[in-house]
């Protein structure tokens, strides 16, 4: 990291440079204190997720007064460009079951998320941090999105489909079958400029927790213990996995093609376009229910997207092994500028639950610290500078210098 120099060694130094200067010192210092789990022991410093006792997140805690916030690191200079110095992490709200799916709307100045195991969908409003059920039930829905037209697309578990919400307010099925196959349980969608909409296919809305297991017999139900009737509405019909996990683009006309294969990438959960729509990153995640092979390892690939929609040159874009720790990612965005962020469950290990930051050709250039596991993240704002930050039982956001790439 270097220090800015001004121009005239006699000049008064101006306030960004000082807070740059500042911002720098405290990085440096977060750096030096090595591993975050190392650092439990050592010298006092500010209050983060990992000193003792560790810092409140809420609004009642003690303010952030330092340039970077002790939870923000910056591995790589580079990072410095993206990371607002005088900005602190922020819990907004709390006492879900588990977070997952932010998306931003911008014609509406709100984010909406979901709080799987509750079967419904949150609203955070901008303008006073109101939050309110924005929608109950929502068949335990998991990833949101915001199309080009600013329509909402959704994720459903409980009914293993990908639907939009048209201005009127009407729900409009995109995707419930492949090929006359039931889906899994639909995870994440992103949408396409050319008005496609990508999203993956793996089965861990097949779990009582976050949606419906499968009929008596089938994969996620195989001993047929489970009465997936059970707290569902009459006339509920449970279905039956019936395809490997895959990840598929809907077609503007409404077909559905098959786009990523399970052999390719197994038990696919995150997905994002770069900002060019160039490349095409998915997520990894670990086996699901039902799984009879591997399942994922938590890595995260990136494919180019060819102009006739046909993904080629898959490659391993990160392990995303950080200090010997894995951090596996669920979630993805990328800024403007190509760099990839993921959010990262590091299970118990204190320090590397949160966000991991990476430049376009995988190197790891930065890390935001939470005290949870993040399952998903989004940009929004008016300005599209804030990252949300899904986390477990919370709602987590901090102010960037950078801006997403994408709606929603």
């Known amino acids: 990291m270097t220090r800015e120099v001004p121009r005239d060694p006699q000049s008064t130094m101006s306030r960004r440079t000082l ?20 650092q439990q022991g050592g010298e006092l410093g500010p209050p983060s997720t990992i000193t003792s006792p560790p810092r409140d997140f809420g609004p009642g805690g003690a303010p952030t007064t330092y340039f970077w916030d002790p939870d923000i690191i910056a591995v790589d200079p580079s990072f410095n460009d993206l990371a607002q110095p005088n ?23 709100y984010l909406l998320w979901s709080d799987i195991p509750n079967n419904r969908q949150m ?13 109950s039930p929502s068949n335990n829905s998991n990833g949101n999105s915001f199309d080009f037209q600013g329509r909402q697309l959704s994720c459903e578990h409980l009914t293993r489909r990908v639907v939009r919400y048209e201005h009127d307010g009407t729900a409009t099925v995109l995707a419930d079958n492949f090929n006359g196959k039931k889906l899994n349980s639909p995870n994440d969608v992103v949408a ?8 993956t296919d793996p089965p861990y809305g097949g779990q009582l927790y976050e949606g419906e ?16 009737r059970i707290g569902q509405p009459a006339g509920f019909v449970p279905g039956r996995r019936e395809l490997p996990t895959n990840c598929y683009r809907v077609d503007p006309s409404g077909r559905t093609d098959l786009v990523v294969t399970e052999d390719q990438v197994p038990d696919p959960n995150g997905l994002a376009f770069s900002p060019d729509y160039k490349k095409l990153y998915v997520a990894s995640t670990g086996k699901g229910p039902g799984d009879s092979g591997a399942g994922g390892k938590g890595d995260m690939f990136v494919f180019d997207v060819g102009t006739d929609n046909k993904l080629s040159n898959q490659k391993k874009f990160s392990d ?12 993805v965005r990328c800024d403007v500028n190509g760099n990839v962020w993921l959010s990262s469950n590091a299970g118990r290990r204190v320090g590397y639950n949160g966000v991991t930051v990476w430049s376009p050709d995988g190197k790891l250039i930065g890390r935001i610290r939470l005290p949870e596991v993040c399952g998903n993240i989004c940009f929004g704002g008016p300005k599209r500078n804030r990252l949300f930050m899904a986390a477990s039982q919370s709602l987590y956001a901090v102010y960037t210098a950078t801006q997403g790439a994408g709606p929603g």
């Not at 006073?128 to 059920?133: A, E, P």
């Not at 396409?192 to 999203?199: A, E, I, K, N, V």
């Open 19 to 38: 807070v740059h200067g500042l911002a720098i010192t405290a990085g440096a210092t977060a750096l030096a204190a090595g591993g975050a789990l190392a």
């Open 213 to 228: 297991p499968d009929v008596a017999g089938g994969p996620s139900n195989a001993g047929g213990k489970l009465n997936p």
């Open 87 to 109: 900005a602190a992490i922020k819990r907004l709200h709390t006492g879900l079951l588990w977070a997952e799916g932010p998306a931003w709307s911008a014609q509406g100045r």
């Open 320 to 331: 995303c092994v950080i200090d010997g720790v894995k951090c596996g990612p669920d979630g």
């Open 192 to 199: 396409h400029p050319d008005g496609s909409y990508w999203f």
């Open 123 to 135: 609203r955070w409003s901008e303008d006073d941090g109101r939050v309110s059920v924005f929608r």
